[in-house]
């Protein structure tokens, strides 16, 4: 997900990590009741997770993932995105990798905007992409002798086989 956690999702996730931490303890000091514990805590977990679907479901931030070999419509985006830039640079020489029937095309995005608020706008469009993507890696630094912010972020894309 590309977006930050609601309050709600957050506190979901604190009291999964409370469960998995009693789950841990009930199977090291507690070895005969751990198999009941375990049980009871690994449905609870269970319903936690497939009870944050549905709000994000229903929060408007699911994104159906495009088909395979969406080059195009990938490109034409990003270029999009990047008119607002000094001056841009995509790397895609890491090739594609399949994971089962989900494609995953590694980019390395570097520009140079003049303002931090530029590039950061960039950025929130990159994460509220239709084609959906895992963005990491972020490097926003500033250069005095040009009076420039330099960007450089690594994104992973997401394609489905047919």
Do not use: W
């Not at 957050?10 to 199977?27: D, P």
């Not at 895609?92 to 995953?104: A, D, F, K, R």
């Amino acid at each position: 997900m590309n977006r930050e956690l609601t309050k709600r999702e957050k506190t979901l996730l604190l009291v999964l990590v409370v469960l998995v931490l009693v789950l841990g303890y009930c199977k090291l000091f507690l070895p005969s009741t751990g198999i009941v514990a375990g049980a009871f805590l690994f449905s609870v977990v269970l319903g936690i997770i497939f009870g944050m679907y549905p709000a994000i479901k229903a929060s408007g931030q699911e994104r159906a993932l495009p088909q395979y070999d969406n080059d195009q419509a990938l490109m034409t985006e990003l270029d999009k995105l990047m008119a607002a830039t000094l001056q841009y640079e995509v790397d895609c020489t890491e090739g594609t990798t399949q994971e089962g029937y989900l494609v995953l095309r590694p980019v390395t995005l570097t520009y140079q905007t003049a303002s931090y608020a530029q590039s950061r706008q960039i950025i929130d469009a990159l994460s509220a992409s239709a084609n959906v993507n895992f963005l990491s890696n972020v490097d926003v630094q500033y250069d005095a002798d040009k009076a420039q912010y330099k960007t450089v972020l690594h994104l992973i894309f997401f394609e489905l086989m047919p």
